[in-house]
């Protein structure tokens, strides 16, 4: 038998008391790091479920009747940003700007949704800062986003549009080249307007133009 189990539960008690002294605090403190943990867990995901929701229902507004969309825009880009609502909300706005003629706001917030956490949200407008840089002539900057890594299914759409700044850059065989390899990786998508610019060129080439 053990020696502790030949000791006097008064022995027992003074050792626990003892041991108590030394450690008490140590556990009372860990036991409150873990209950204010587990609460600060729980209030965390409270705020975030909150936050979610008030942007949701604030997003959902875009789509109705007399709402002051703008507002809603900048509404959600304050008030929730980093939610997935605000970086929507970019794309939104940079929509808007862009056909209200305002390309430097545009390209600033197609930069925000580019930063989304989502990538097909990030992707998509990658490829629109980019064909919105080269509508600008900023080239340079639109080609080094076109050499990120984008997924395959935008392969024929990242063609085309290093097919506009070779054009824009008047290096129409590259040009040429890239519409090409744009309309081969189509796949199902139509094709009309990319076969229209590549024989556009091609007749150019030939002509020597």
């Known amino acids: 038998m053990a ?18 002294r030394s450690n008490g605090t140590s ?50 880009n304050d008030e929730y940003s980093g939610t997935s609502y605000s970086y929507l909300a970019a794309l939104e706005s940079a929509k808007t700007s862009c056909e209200a003629g305002n390309t430097d706001e545009c390209i600033t917030q197609l930069k925000k949704a580019t930063e989304s956490p989502q990538d097909s949200l990030a992707n998509l407008a990658k490829l629109r ?47 040429y080249e890239a519409y090409d390899k744009a309309i081969l990786s189509a796949g199902d998508q139509n094709t009309q307007l990319l076969k229209m610019k590549r024989d556009d ?3 150019q080439l030939r002509s020597g133009a």
């Open 129 to 175: 800062l980019a064909r919105t840089l080269i509508s600008t002539g900023k080239l340079d900057e639109a080609k080094s986003i076109l050499a990120e890594k984008l997924p395959a299914s935008y392969q024929s759409l990242v063609s085309e549009l290093n097919g506009d700044i070779h054009f824009a850059k008047k290096e129409l065989k590259q040009a």
């Open 3 to 20: 020696d502790y189990d030949l000791k006097s539960d008064e022995e027992k008690a003074e050792e626990l008391k003892a041991w108590w």
């Open 201 to 203: 060129l091609g007749n």
């Open 27 to 76: 556990v009372i403190a860990g036991v409150a790091l873990t209950v204010g943990g587990m609460f600060g867990w729980n209030y965390w995901k409270e705020q975030k479920v909150t936050q979610s929701e008030g942007a949701s229902k604030l997003y959902a507004q875009l789509s109705e009747e007399g709402t002051d969309s703008a507002e809603v825009l900048k509404k959600l």
